[in-house]
Each structure stands twice: as structure tokens, then as C-alpha cells.
T-cell receptor, first 113, second 117 residues
Framework: GIQVEQSPPDLILQEGANSTLRCNFSDSVNNLQWFHQNPWGQLINLFYIPSGTKQNGRLSATTVATERYSLLYISSSQTTDSGVYFCAVEKSGRGSTLGRLYFGRGTQLTVWP | SQTIHQWPATLVQPVGSPLSLECTVEGTSNPNLYWYRQAAGRGLQLLFYSVGIGQISSEVPQNLSASRPQDRQFILSSKKLLLSDSGFYLC????????????????FGPGTRLTVT
């Protein structure tokens, strides 16, 4: 398999603050996705970012595949940003299961008004 | 646009009873389909995946099984539930992958919360 480690495990912020979530992975990947799990359990796609940088509103993400990490930036956080943020990767190369995503344990983000 | 449905949304079942969870995808054809389970403590684990009708691969040995009777339908079943089967079950789809060099974004359904009592 492949190890996916996310940090920090928990993060508490006041509304308006910025934050950076990190995802480290142990092997080469074809695919890296960031998800937000809302209080109802729905996994919402944030970014599909096997390499490079993308931005979507207040959120942006950067993946440095050669150094095996990805960062998710949340700026001007809002209470609706609360929830669990997951990083998931698909291992590349021979012997890997097509499309199988390996998930980290997530970062629980709580934003207070 | 593509949508993915799961039902039921919640389910409470006694130990030893059978299980059938259904997942359907609309707006795409020949998708890859996946069943994941999320136990308490957040981590998601892949249970089954399918690249076509009748083609099922299992990632984790357990008392669960999966079937794909139609192109866009994926079913998770059990003949006798165990307490350890409790959890949040998520179905996902992605576009068909042509070979091992391609990779496509996965999209998840709303999930089924199963409690085995």
C-alpha cells in the first residue's frame, strides 16, 4: 500500500483566520484529491491535484509530487468551513489497484464565530 | 451532469440479519464503481471496486459481497451482519481508465449509515 499522513489532526480557528493543512505520502502517486466531509457525512470534492497549484475562491492547494506532499490553504475561514478535510492518493506503478484511493485520517477543522 | 445516489440513508439492523445497500450513477456510462467504509475514527477503507458489469474485485476479506447487475448499479450485500459491520458506507464512481497511466477524479455518494445492534 501507501502511507498517507495528515497534519494537524485537529485545528481550531476563529472566523477570519488562515490555515494550512498538510498531507504527506510515502510513494509515487497518479492522483491526489482533497475532500471536505460535511457534518452529514457527504464527501465534497475540493481539488484533484496530482501536481502543481490550483485555486478555488478562498481555497488553494499545492502538490509537490517529487517531494511527496500536498498542502491545502484556507484563507479567511468561515464557520461553514468546519468539518473534516481528507487527503486521498492513488498509488502509481505496477501492482497498484486501478483507481484505489488511500485516505489519510483527516484534519478536523472547527471554526468559531 | 453526473449524479450518484445511495439508499437507504440510514439503517439499523440486528446481528445476523441480511443486508443490501444500493448505489446508482446517472449521467455517465461504463463508470468504475467503488464501495468504501468509514468506521469511527475517520479513516476510509476500500472494500470493493468494479470496472464493468459482473466484474468485482475485493480488497478486504470480510463477510460482505458486492455485485454489479447493471452498468450503473452497484450493490453491497451480506447474508449475516456482524456488529463490526457497523459504519458509514460510501459509494464512489470515476470515469473509465484506459490503462495504468491514466487516473480520474472520484466522486462520492451521500452514504449509508449502518448500525448493527
Amino acid at each position: 500500500g501507501i502511507q498517507v499522513e495528515q497534519s494537524p489532526p485537529d485545528l481550531i480557528l476563529q472566523e477570519g483566520a488562515n490555515s494550512t493543512l498538510r498531507c504527506n505520502f510515502s510513494d509515487s502517486v497518479n492522483n491526489l484529491q482533497w475532500f471536505h466531509q460535511n457534518p452529514w457525512g457527504q464527501l465534497i470534492n475540493l481539488f484533484y491535484i496530482p501536481s502543481g497549484t490550483k485555486q478555488n475562491g478562498r481555497l488553494s492547494a499545492t502538490t509537490v509530487a517529487t517531494e511527496r506532499y500536498s498542502l491545502l490553504y484556507i484563507s479567511s475561514s468561515q464557520t461553514t468551513d468546519s468539518g473534516v478535510y481528507f487527503c486521498a492518493v492513488e498509488k502509481s506503478g505496477r501492482g497498484s489497484t486501478l483507481g484505489r484511493l488511500y485516505f489519510g485520517r483527516g484534519t478536523q477543522l472547527t471554526v468559531w464565530p | 451532469s453526473q449524479t450518484i445516489h445511495q439508499w437507504p440513508a440510514t439503517l439499523v439492523q440486528p446481528v445476523g440479519s441480511p443486508l443490501s445497500l444500493e448505489c446508482t450513477v446517472e449521467g455517465t456510462s461504463n463508470p468504475n464503481l467503488y464501495w468504501y467504509r468509514q468506521a469511527a475514527g475517520r479513516g476510509l477503507q476500500l472494500l470493493f471496486y468494479s470496472v464493468g458489469i459482473g466484474q468485482i474485485s475485493s480488497e478486504v476479506p470480510q463477510n460482505l459481497s458486492a455485485s454489479r447487475p447493471q452498468d450503473r448499479q452497484f450493490i453491497l450485500s451480506s447474508k449475516k451482519l456482524l456488529l463490526s459491520d457497523s459504519g458509514f458506507y460510501l459509494c464512489a464512481w470515476s470515469a473509465t481508465m484506459r490503462d495504468t497511466r491514466d487516473s480520474y477524479e472520484q466522486y462520492f455518494g451521500p452514504g449509508t449509515r449502518l448500525t448493527v445492534t
